[in-house]
C-alpha cells in the first residue's frame, strides 16, 4: 500500500476521487478510458507529457489490461501516441489540426449563429444572459474548467434555436476535438475575460435580431481563439496543466472500478 501511495504521489496523478461516480454497467476499460479521456481535455495531463502506465494504473487503481484497452481506444481518438516499448505520449498541440478544425467551425457556426439570431425567443436569452454572468464570475476566479463548459453551454444554447439538429450534432463533435484547445486560449492572456466580452456582445446582437452580425462576431470570436492557439503550437508554449492551471478540479476524475458495491464493472 506505501509503495502504491508513494507511486501515486511520484507520478503526479492523484488519486481519483468519489466525486463522479460513474454510471453502472460500464466495463473497467470504459470507466479508465472516459476518466483520462476527461483528464486530458482538461489540461490535467498536458499535451506531450509521457504518461507512466504504472502510476496511472495505481492512481486509477485498475490492473495494465483494462488501461492498455482504455489507451487504444483514445490513440484511435487522436488524443494520445503509442510508442515503442509501450510509452504514451498527450499528443501535442497540433497546427493543422487546429487549422482544420477551426475553419470548418468558422463555417457551421457562422452558419448557425446567423439563422439563429433571428429565432431566439425571451427565455432563450435570458438562459444565454445567465450564462454569460456565470462566464464572468468563471473567469474572475480563473475556474478555466467551469468556463470552458459554460461556453460550451451558451453557444449550445444558441445553436439550438437555428433548429439546425443535424449541423448542432457536426458542432458538437468539433468541440470535443477542440475542448483542450478553448481550455488553453482561455487560460492564456485573459483569453476568457476577452472572450466574456464577445459573448455580450453576441448576445446583444441576437437581442436585436441582427442576424449578419451575429454571424460577424461569431465568426470574428472563433478566428481569433484559433490565431492565439497557432502562436502557442508554433511556438511551443502551450500552457502546462501543472505549472499554468490552478489544482486539478478531482471532480474530473472518476472513481477506480473497484471501489463502489454495485458497479458491477466488468473487464
Not at 30 to 41: D, E
Not at 72 to 98: F, M, T, Y
Not at 224 to 243: E, I, K, N, Y
Request: glycine share 6%; proline share 4%.
Amino acid at each position: 500500500m506505501r509503495e502504491q501511495r508513494r507511486s501515486e504521489e511520484s507520478q503526479g496523478y492523484g488519486r481519483a476521487t468519489e466525486d463522479e461516480r460513474p454510471p453502472e454497467f460500464q466495463t473497467k476499460s470504459q470507466i479508465v478510458y472516459a476518466t483520462l479521456r476527461r483528464w486530458i481535455l482538461s489540461g490535467r495531463l498536458a499535451p506531450g507529457q509521457t504518461l507512466d502506465q504504472e502510476g496511472l494504473a495505481a492512481s486509477l487503481r485498475v490492473s495494465r489490461m483494462p488501461l492498455r484497452q482504455a489507451l487504444l481506444k483514445l490513440e484511435a481518438d487522436g488524443l494520445i501516441e503509442i510508442r515503442p516499448h509501450r510509452s504514451a505520449v498527450i499528443v501535442p498541440l497540433s497546427p493543422s489540426e487546429i487549422e482544420e478544425v477551426y475553419a470548418t467551425r468558422v463555417a457551421l457556426e457562422g452558419m448557425l449563429a446567423e439563422v439563429a439570431a433571428g429565432r431566439c425567443d425571451r427565455e432563450r436569452l435570458t438562459r444565454m444572459a445567465t450564462l454569460i454572468r456565470e462566464m464572468e464570475h468563471a473567469a474572475a476566479t480563473d475556474e478555466t474548467d467551469t468556463f470552458v463548459e459554460l461556453d460550451r453551454r451558451f453557444h449550445q444554447e444558441l445553436y439550438a434555436s437555428s433548429g439546425y439538429e443535424r449541423t448542432c450534432d457536426i458542432v458538437d463533435h468539433l468541440r470535443d476535438s477542440s475542448d483542450r484547445y478553448i481550455r488553453f486560449y482561455a487560460a492564456y492572456q485573459h483569453g476568457a475575460a476577452h472572450s466574456v466580452q464577445e459573448h455580450r456582445e453576441l448576445l446583444a446582437a441576437c437581442q436585436e435580431g441582427d442576424a449578419a452580425h451575429a454571424r460577424q462576431i461569431t465568426e470574428h470570436h472563433i478566428l481569433r481563439g484559433a490565431a492565439t492557439l497557432q502562436r502557442l503550437a508554433a511556438d511551443g508554449t502551450a500552457p502546462s496543466g501543472r505549472d499554468s492551471y490552478p489544482a486539478p478540479d478531482h471532480r474530473a476524475g472518476a472513481q477506480g472500478p473497484n471501489d463502489h458495491e454495485g458497479q458491477r464493472a466488468t473487464n
